[in-house]
């Protein structure tokens, strides 16, 4: 595995396990649904959502369906949990499995205001990556200021975390 291999391995792995933490901390929530700023938390995570879910059609080479980076009915919060914990998975196989001349191809991505642009794959991992990640910096603002609890899940948590799963 290249070097460059190991760092995507690593960011993939990371989301996966702070967006663990996130649906972890929201789910300790007493009645969510109702506490004040839950609607813009639920629409950030499923913009975050349908983005991933749209380079993950790029990567896989198939259509996306999406016709706008959010979707027109908000699923529930078990809902994105599920779907967030599936596309992780995919996201963390996918980057171990790819070899380094698939990460290093560059491929068409049509987003969803028509605009076409040229990334390889690589590149489109690293989207779907520092989106995310400033998404949940957004959702962690809403938390603060709601009085939600908030969570630890920075680069530093996780990997004491992987260093005491050892």
């Known amino acids: 595995m290249s070097h460059q291999d190991e760092t995507l391995n690593l960011l ?14 929201l789910r300790a929530v007493d009645s969510f649904e109702s506490q004040k700023g839950a609607d ?6 499923d913009h975050i959502h349908v983005v991933r879910a749209i380079f993950q ?18 699923p529930s919060l078990d809902e994105l949990d599920r779907e967030f914990d599936t596309i992780d998975r995919w996201y963390v196989d996918t980057v171990a499995s790819l070899p380094a001349q698939e990460l290093a191809r560059p491929r068409e991505v049509r987003f969803t205001d028509g605009k076409v642009v ?40 996780f990997v004491v975390s992987r260093a005491s799963a050892t």
């Open 12 to 25: 993939v792995t990371h989301t996966a396990w702070a967006n663990r933490q996130l649906f972890s901390a």
């Open 118 to 157: 040229t990334m390889t794959a690589a590149t489109m991992i690293l989207h779907v990556v520092t989106h995310t990640v400033h998404h949940r910096g957004n959702i962690d603002v809403v938390m603060l200021q709601t009085g939600m609890p908030r969570r630890r899940d920075g680069f530093p948590e």
């Open 40 to 45: 813009l938390i639920v629409r950030a995570l």
């Open 57 to 74: 059609a790029h990567l896989r080479g198939v259509s996306h369906g999406f016709q706008a980076p959010q979707r027109a009915v908000l």
